[in-house]
């Protein structure tokens, strides 16, 4: 009989045996991926944009596939693929090859909003891709069709609560930051206005000016000249804090101490497929960090109303999870989902 030492002896050693392979080939596969991120790119790069072009995240992502690709030394070729919020871009990105190769412009509706709207999401936003930068966010212009008789968000606020239902908002979609701005306002101070969905941002602006609704959160880019002629009264901008662009805009915050917390920003990241060698990941990021930190391209967002991006996926892992969190409660409290 084998005795009961012999057993235990032969195991360990076994053991021993699957634990230094597993090492071994552990610290293989690092030094491969290290040596891999050398060396990358040595091929063309292809960015997934889940919006349509001449889009705010399409001409962000132009932008800086034309400098990295001249940092790169590789093209940096743009893909289009809206619809859905984002979520038919981002579904196709997380089905990629996760070799660095193929990275995703990812939309705040399709890594924060939309598990939260839907029952049978294509994708996990966090187990299937990896956070590589921050592109860049985009604040919302509140603004109120003339024909109500107020002059600031106070007066918009006191008027609704004693006409409540009275006013309406437009919004291009379920779970879209237009939408989800109105929501938050309703949820904050208790008023009530029903939302009109479009399928066109462009018949949503023409019907607002026209009177057909009385208040619109839309692109400060869309809404500026109207408010400079005299056509939309303005309210706020839904930044926390001022944007460089529009320093003479009050923030929805200032504007009405009830919602000193109201903050709402469209945001853009870039996300790789999950499995991602982490050194491609972190040198993705570096590398698109410091060209968004270039002069030229700071103006450029700056200039358009938004903030500009950077950090670390570290940075937008932490910002994606809050910004998770923020909707999934607006969207369970005031029962939305998506049709």
Known sequence: MVSLYILRTRRDTMFSKWVGAGIAGLA??????ALAAQDYPDKPVKFIVASGTASSPDSISR???????????????IENAAGLG???????????????YTLVVSTIGAMAVGVSLMDNLPYDPVKDFEPVTMLMAMPNLFVVHPSVPVKNLQELVAYVKQNPGKLRYGHPGIGTTPHLSAEL???MTGIQMEGIPYKASSQMTTDFLSGQYEVLFHNASVLLPYVKAGKATLMGITSPK???????VPTVAEADTELADFSVHAWWGLHAPAGTPDAIVQKASKDVAEIL??????????????EVGGGTPQDLRAYQAA??????KLIKEAGIKAN
């Open 63 to 77: 932008l800086v596939a034309e400098k990295l690709s001249a940092k790169w030394g590789q093209p940096v070729v």
């Open 293 to 306: 930190a270039q002069a030229e391209v700071t103006k450029w967002v700056e200039d358009r109303g938004g």
């Open 323 to 328: 910004e998770t969190e923020k909707w999934r």
């Open 28 to 33: 293989l596969a690092l030094g491969n991926a």
């Open 86 to 100: 984002g979520i038919i871009g981002t579904e196709r990105a997380s089905r990629a090859t996760p070799d660095g």
């Open 242 to 248: 001022r944007v460089r662009a529009l320093p003479d």
């Open 185 to 187: 306002l309703k949820q």
